[in-house]
């Protein structure tokens, strides 16, 4: 269908998004992605939501900070403006970014007054515009990370609408949250939970449109999960609360068995001794050691050890002149039991 030649490095980015870590603000800044990167060389990694109007009116622009070794590494934007989203996606790719996402899945409130995240499910010409005008904009491909539906909207009519409109526009990828958004009377958190998840739909968008690279997302928790979805023709499987809350269950088995990688897994605590020369980078740079260890707390999560480790961490990482020192000292926690 699309003989529209593809931009630079776009078969690499999709063969990444086979599994991909959520954008989650707050949570996957880039100390949260350095871990994540340690765990896995190959996944596709979110920043957090970064609104264009700050971006392009409020010159934000260390909001694009981020290191090489993130790659591939995809930027989130917020917007419905079309010239400022153009704009924004422009900054991104300048800055590295591999890929340009729009976020049109968010319900918090902020953002709804901003006529933008979920509720552009209500509007798809409005974000077939805006991505034409990121495409046109960006040398790197523009994705949209979308509900299934928000409010009284039917879902099964929603999607397939909008997934039809925004392709139009030339975008090839998109993530899925396998569930609608209920803007009025849920709060985000909630809306996170309550809503149900709709496996079916989504796994039929693909079926309907063959053409499209579809990642779904939502209440997926294990990597047994997100091979029975690639198994069954999804594209992609994108991972939020379980990549960041058990970040070795997840990834450390990830590039092997999603990605066919060769070579041994990745550890957690190797991952942790990863971590150490970028803390102290960090450190040296005016940094706080609990910014990054405060992504690390989940590490080793349901092994033994996991408590003293998130409890070292938590308790000394603010103090004044808190260092690696402390991430040696929470691994002894684990080492020790471990020997046990
Ligand atoms: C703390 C937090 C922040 C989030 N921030 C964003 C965001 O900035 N942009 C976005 O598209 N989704 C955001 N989400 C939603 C996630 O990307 C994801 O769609 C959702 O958590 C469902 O996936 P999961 O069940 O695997 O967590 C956020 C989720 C959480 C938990």
């Given at each position: ?16 998004a086979?599994?991909s ?25 979110y920043?957090e ?31 419905s ?5 153009a ?57 949209v ?67 499209l ?7 997926i ?11 069954a ?18 990834l ?7 990605f ?5 897994d ?28 405060r ?5 080793f ?24 020192e ?15």
């Open positions: 269908m699309s003989a529209e030649p593809e931009k630079p490095g776009v078969s690499d980015i999709r063969q990444a086979r599994l870590v959520a954008p989650m603000m707050d949570w996957t800044d880039r100390h949260c992605r350095a871990l994540h990167r340690a765990l896995s060389r190959e996944a596709l990694l920043t939501m970064v609104t264009a109007a700050a971006l392009v009116r409020g010159g934000a622009v260390h909001l694009l900070e981020h290191a090489p070794q993130e790659h591939p590494v995809a930027l989130q934007l917020g917007g403006d079309a010239a400022e989203l704009q924004a996606a422009r900054l991104g790719a300048g800055a590295g970014y591999d890929e340009i996402n729009l976020n049109v899945g968010c319900p918090s409130d902020r953002v709804q007054s901003g006529s933008f995240g979920a509720v552009l499910m209500k509007s798809p010409d409005l974000v077939a515009e805006c991505c034409a005008a990121m495409i046109a904009a960006a040398p790197v491909e523009v994705t990370k979308c509900r299934i539906g928000v409010d009284d909207q039917r879902p099964e009519e929603v999607l397939p609408d909008f997934l039809a409109r925004v392709s139009k526009a030339g975008v090839r990828r998109f993530a899925i949250h396998a569930r609608m958004a209920w803007l009025d009377g849920l709060s985000p958190k909630e809306n996170r939970d309550v809503p149900p998840l709709d496996y079916p739909l989504v796994r039929a968008m693909k079926a309907e449109f063959p053409h690279h579809l990642s779904v997302n939502g209440g928790k294990s990597l047994d999960a997100a091979e029975a979805f690639l198994a023709g999804m594209d992609g499987v994108m991972v939020g609360r379980a990549a960041y809350h058990q970040p070795a269950d997840i450390c088995a990830a590039d092997r068995r999603i066919g990688a060769t070579g041994p990745s550890a957690a605590e190797g991952a942790a001794r990863a971590m150490l020369p970028y803390i102290e980078a960090h450190l040296a740079a005016g940094g706080r050691l609990h910014q990054v260890t992504h690390m707390l989940g590490l999560a349901g092994r033994p050890g996991a408590r003293g480790w998130r409890r070292t961490l938590s308790e000394g990482a603010t103090r004044p002149g808190a260092g690696p402390l991430v040696e000292a929470a691994l002894g926690e684990v080492t020790s039991l471990a020997a046990e």
